[in-house]
DNA sequence: CCATCAATCTTAACACCGTAAAGATTGTAG
DNA sequence: CTACAATCTTTACGGTGTTAAGATTGATGG
């Protein structure tokens, strides 16, 4: 399939792969270097030729978790027109998406060293808070909300978001009833029509 | 003070206190049973007289950070007449806790195996969430709120605040303003008069 | 009062971990 | 084909959790 560009495979990328996969399997605590450098049949230093150290390599998964989060973001509003229907479609997507895979809520935002500045909302450094507000913001325009309260608004809806996230995954919440009827009881999106 | 019940000093609740404060001066990835027991004099073994594993030792100390949580948690209500207020001081005092000791949120919900059934809400099981939701559903009886949405309205609260904690502790997210204005955008604490 | 016992602590050993240094292998460029 | 650089292996070191065995000591009962 890819080339394999020196003696052995593609190890960069089978580490990366083969690190996630360990973590899905069996959960972040019994990741390790070694083992994943054993379950790519090389040697435990290996790795070293690719990573400076371990943390390099769980950056590295850290940012293909984040690009497969993104993708299941973005499919998720795609060609939706109404922007309220979108930020509840979007706020379903993150949360479903840490319950299809459970160990990826505390290894992406644990290991990942991200930094969200929220009084400086055009830094972009984090993907899917982009997109989440570039979302929330096209709503609360279509709304006609003030401009002032944006990011209120954006905050509380994306706390929330990652809250319910957050708990489901960490801490054994369960809950047998749809995550999206939450949304409904931000002013912002309880429509009166509704009512 | 306390009784010093054999040769040495009362081993067991130190090496509580000192991995607590380990964690709450090194973090939580450089803790070890080793460096505890080394800060309480005693070989890297002799914790192994009082915890099975250690697992045992954290799921000891959560519990100790827990009770200190519970406290900061009453405290802030203590007296409050207002239902109303009581909540947005307890979702404060909740996200101030993790402020002051911003190791203690991913220490708490990543070791100490919580889990919260929200489909039977008589199940007490973690003490904060119990107080969150007496001090809530309080606030739902007194302004009149029909009871089928209660278990809503309380998810959304929590979730929300939990999700400011862990955004502001595990994320690096700053944020200069006051997170109780949040609370007020929820549709329940979106008081008439304020309009 | 002292022998016994159980709780507590220490020493020694093991497997696993991350990492560094040195050397072997091999694709590639001059 | 020779030199080089990238890649991988071997070896070694200190740190980690855990177990097993033995030492120390407070408490108990004859």
């Not at 371990?54 to 497969?68: F, N, P, S, W, Y």
């Not at 450094?125 to 944006?150: C, D, K, Q, V, W």
Request: proline share 3%; net charge negative; aromatic share 12%.
């Amino acid at each position: 399939m890819k080339e394999k560009p020196y003696h052995h495979g593609n190890l960069r990328k089978q580490l990366i792969e083969t690190g996630i996969s360990l973590i899905n399997e069996e959960g972040v605590k019994s990741f390790s270097l070694r083992r994943v450098a054993a379950q790519c049949n090389v040697s435990h230093t290996a790795p070293y030729s690719h990573f400076k150290n371990v943390d390099e390599l769980i950056a590295a998964m850290g940012e293909h978790v984040t690009e497969q989060f993104m993708e299941k973001l973005r499919i998720s509003i795609q060609g939706e027109e109404d922007s309220s229907e979108a930020i509840s479609l979007l706020g379903q997507a993150y949360i479903d998406f840490f319950i299809e895979n459970p160990q990826y809520f505390q290894f992406l935002f644990y290991h990942s060293g991200i930094t969200i500045d929220l009084d400086n909302y055009n830094s972009d450094n984090y993907p899917p808070f982009a997109l989440f507000r570039t979302t929330a913001y096209h709503m609360f325009r279509s709304i006609g909300l003030p401009e002032a309260s944006y990011s209120h608004q954006l905050i509380a809806l994306w706390s929330m978001v990652h809250g319910i996230a957050s708990l489901l995954t960490n801490n054994g919440v369960r809950y047998s009833g749809n995550w999206r009827d939450f949304f409904s009881i931000l002013t912002v999106l309880d429509k009166e029509d509704d009512k």
